[in-house]
């Protein structure tokens, strides 16, 4: 079949107009790979917030990753908690930075509070990436164990943004005596498939943190909250995750007209500290059984 001069023409055209496209498409592809790590793990420049805190009672903590990796976080003790928590911060957080958030924690419930930095965030070195991420949660469970002189299994895991997403795969895989969701997704694909809807990031992404996948293994006490005007994680997709939760003891905290990055109403204080009251005692739990050394 012979094209006409006027088709070949047009063909032509056609291939100048989308070439260029698509090559600029592909390259944005390539950069999202790239940039992928910057985008998920927007570390606070080291030296933002105060890391003396010297009016807020607190130990550091050195502690070593999964492998071998050198960690810090802040120890804030209580002389009779109600819970000893584990707390996995957002992505755009560090320790230091979470001092006003993590006073309100332990004086409105409390707790005894153990706050580390993903690596690459504060004092914490290496790199960030969702496996090493989910192994140095293990690690830092196992270190306020010990920190405590409970067993791992009595600590209480607290995650937040996409700290929730850690605490869901470390519940997911290791007891815990109780579980706290903050302003979470369910999945991380998701969501970005929702702020970036003209990229293929479900191809690209390689930290997908499926929570919705993982969560259905979790049996213990649940209580997880979400903001109705959320513009970072839309409520929808929090509530998915609760949804798919199937512990049958677990709490659904709705804040009414709540962004992302808000602070929590004094109601949530109350809430929370309820769910602690409610939490099996100390050593009622399921004991694991940890090799020396």
């Known amino acids: 079949m012979e094209i006409s001069p006027a088709m070949a023409k047009a063909?032509?055209?056609?291939?100048?107009?989308?070439?260029?496209?698509?090559?600029?498409?592909?390259s944005v592809v390539v950069m999202l790979s790239l940039v992928e790590r910057w985008l998920v793990y927007?570390?606070?420049?080291?030296h933002e917030g105060d890391w003396i805190a010297a009016e807020?009672?607190?130990?550091?903590?050195?502690?070593?990753?999964a492998d071998g990796a050198k960690l810090h976080g802040w120890y804030i003790p209580h002389p009779a908690p109600k819970a000893v928590v584990l707390f996995c911060h957002g992505n755009g957080e560090n320790v230091a930075t979470l001092r006003p958030l993590l006073e309100q924690l332990h004086e409105r419930?409390?707790?005894?509070?153990?706050?580390?930095?993903?690596?690459?965030?504060g004092k914490s070195q290496g790199k960030p990436q969702e496996s090493n991420l989910l192994a140095d949660a293990r690690a830092a469970q196992l270190v306020l164990a010990k920190r405590a002189g409970i067993e791992p299994s009595d600590v209480v895991v607290y995650g937040r943004s996409l700290g929730g997403a850690v605490a869901v795969g470390l519940a997911a895989e290791h007891?815990?005596?109780?579980?706290?969701?903050?302003?979470?997704?369910?999945?991380?694909?998701?969501?970005?498939?929702?702020?970036?809807?003209?990229?293929?990031?479900?191809?690209?992404?390689?930290?997908?943190?499926?929570?919705?996948?993982?969560?259905?293994?979790?049996r213990g006490p649940l209580f997880q909250s979400h903001g109705t005007a959320d513009e970072v994680v839309p409520f929808?997709?929090?509530?998915?995750?609760?949804?798919?939760?199937t512990t049958a003891n677990k709490t659904f905290f709705v804040v009414e007209e709540g962004s992302h990055n808000a602070p929590q109403p004094p109601e949530y204080y109350k809430a929370l500290g309820e769910f602690f009251d409610s939490l099996p005692a100390i050593g009622a739990g399921q004991r694991e059984h940890i090799a020396a050394g």
């Not at 807020?56 to 990753?65: K, L, V």
């Not at 979470?184 to 694909?189: C, G, I, Q, S």
């Open 11 to 26: 063909v032509r055209r056609v291939r100048r107009v989308v070439a260029p496209l698509l090559f600029a498409y592909l």
């Open 42 to 46: 927007p570390a606070p420049r080291s």
């Open 56 to 65: 807020f009672p607190h130990e550091d903590i050195e502690f070593a990753g």
């Open 109 to 121: 419930t409390d707790v005894a509070i153990f706050v580390w930095d993903y690596r690459g965030y």
């Open 175 to 218: 007891p815990v005596r109780g579980m706290v969701l903050e302003r979470t997704f369910a999945d991380m694909v998701e969501t970005a498939a929702y702020h970036f809807p003209w990229l293929p990031v479900r191809w690209v992404m390689k930290n997908r943190y499926p929570s919705i996948e993982r969560i259905v293994t979790y």
């Open 236 to 245: 929808a997709m929090g509530k998915k995750l609760f949804d798919a939760a």
